[in-house]
């Protein structure tokens, strides 16, 4: 069964700063890997995702995703943190029905 | 396009109490997801519907919560009777089809507290 794990449920960068929001997968196939946002009082939007088309994602609002096969992880990053990109983020894994399973996420800060 | 539909945004119900929320998906969305996301935790899929059938319930508590899609567009997910436990906020999605190539947009979601 495919799944994905969020290390660290808080992260807090300064303004202007490297953001690196950790997610290890675990699947017995090639995995499709999606990080999504979550606004306050939202629901959850795609940044990006990997469908084995390319190991480096790119998606919206400045982010991006590397897919490292051999320590199955699908890190974000963004190189310059925004005040606007303070959010909850969640990686998720599509599971062999077609759904989506959720990590637990990362709250991100950014301070001024 | 219009997005995910849901409502109601808020409801407080008493404990043993029963509640209904519903859900329109984006026009020409064959699938619709049904998520519970308790506080702090990521989403939990509770069904899944590919037009107006199950592809997946394994994970709905189907002694108190019930779901139905008729007509393959609108659907409803009630629960009946509620628990403290099912405080939550729960997640319509709908998709185009089934698959890896296809994107799940999300509403905005209806805030559960039970009391």
């Known amino acids: 069964a495919q799944s994905v794990t969020q290390l660290g449920s808080h992260v807090s960068v300064s303004e202007g700063a490297l953001v690196l929001l950790r997610c290890n997968y675990s699947s017995s196939v090639p995995p499709y890997l999606f990080w999504y946002v979550q606004y306050p009082n939202q629901g959850l939007q795609l940044l990006l995702k990997y469908t084995s088309a390319a190991t480096l994602v790119k998606g919206i609002n400045g982010f991006e995703a590397e897919f490292k096969k051999s320590e199955t992880s699908f890190h974000l990053t963004k190189p310059s943190a925004h005040m606007s990109d303070a959010a909850e983020y969640f990686c998720a894994v599509l599971t062999g029905a077609n759904n989506l399973f959720f990590g637990t996420g990362t709250r991100l800060t950014v301070i001024p | 396009e219009a997005g995910v539909a849901q409502s109601p945004r808020y409801k407080i119900i008493e404990k043993r109490q029963s509640v209904a929320f519903w859900c329109n998906p984006i026009?020409?969305?064959?699938?619709l997801y049904w998520y519970q996301q308790i506080l702090g935790q990521g989403p939990k899929l509770l069904i899944q519907f590919q037009n107006n059938g199950v592809v997946d319930d394994s994970q709905l508590p189907k002694d108190r919560f019930s779901a139905e899609r008729l007509k393959g567009v609108d659907s409803t997910l009630k629960i009946q009777p509620a628990k403290l436990e099912d405080s939550a906020v729960y997640l319509c999605?709908?998709?185009?089809?089934?698959?890896?190539?296809?994107?799940?947009?999300f509403g905005q979601g209806t805030r559960l507290t039970v009391v």
């Open positions: 999605a709908s998709s185009f089809f089934l698959g890896p190539e296809t994107e799940a947009f």
């Open positions: 026009s020409g969305h064959a699938t």
